[in-house]
C-alpha cells in the first residue's frame, strides 16, 4: 500500500516541474489538467488536478492505493465494522483509471479513497459508477471522486 496525495494546482506545468525535482522522478501520467507520480521513496502516490478556481495546494482528496480488490473489500468491511459510512464498493471510471474503490469522509469533510487501479482509462469521467455492491454501511452515495 501507499499514501495518495491528490492537491489542486492553478497551474500544471508549473507544478509538473515542481514536484519531478522535488521527488527525482517524472510523471507516470500526464493528460488535460491532470497529472500522477509513482514517488518509490517515500512511497507516495502524488496526483495533482489544474484547479485554477480552487486555493492553489489545497487537498483535493486523499487515498489509500492498494495491491488488490480484495484489500479495498477488506477496508470496506472494516471502516463499515467501525460505524463509519462509506460509499460502497464501486467499479469506476475516474482520474484516468477504472478502478475498485470505497470513500469514506472524515468529520472535518476530508475525503478520503481506499482503491486498486485496474486499468489506465483515456477520459477522466468524474467517477463513472460502472457497477456498485451494496455493502453494510453504504450510504450508496459514489459522488467521492476528484472533487
Known amino acids: 500500500m501507499r499514501l495518495q ?10 507544478a509538473i516541474e515542481f514536484y519531478s ?25 502524488l496526483v495533482v488536478f489544474e484547479r485554477p478556481d480552487e486555493s492553489p495546494g489545497s487537498i483535493n482528496h486523499l487515498g489509500v492505493e ?4 480484495d484489500e479495498v473489500v477488506a477496508a470496506e468491511a472494516r471502516l463499515a465494522e467501525a460505524g463509519l459510512a462509506t460509499t ?6 475516474c482520474c484516468f483509471a477504472e478502478k475498485v474503490e470505497t470513500w469514506v469522509t472524515d468529520p472535518w469533510g476530508g475525503r478520503w479513497e481506499w482503491y486498486v487501479k485496474q486499468a489506465d482509462h483515456d ?6 459508477v460502472v457497477a456498485h455492491a451494496d455493502t453494510p ?7 467521492g471522486c476528484c472533487g
Open 137 to 143: 454501511g453504504s450510504t450508496g452515495d459514489a459522488s
Open 88 to 93: 460502497g464498493i464501486d467499479d469506476t471510471i
Open 123 to 128: 477520459d477522466q469521467l468524474e467517477n463513472l
Open 66 to 69: 492498494t495491491a488488490s480488490s
Open 5 to 14: 496525495l491528490a492537491l489542486n494546482v492553478p497551474d500544471l506545468d508549473q
Open 21 to 45: 525535482a522535488m521527488f527525482s522522478t517524472r510523471p507516470a501520467k500526464v493528460k488535460p489538467g491532470y497529472a500522477n507520480w509513482e514517488v518509490a521513496e517515500p512511497p507516495l502516490k
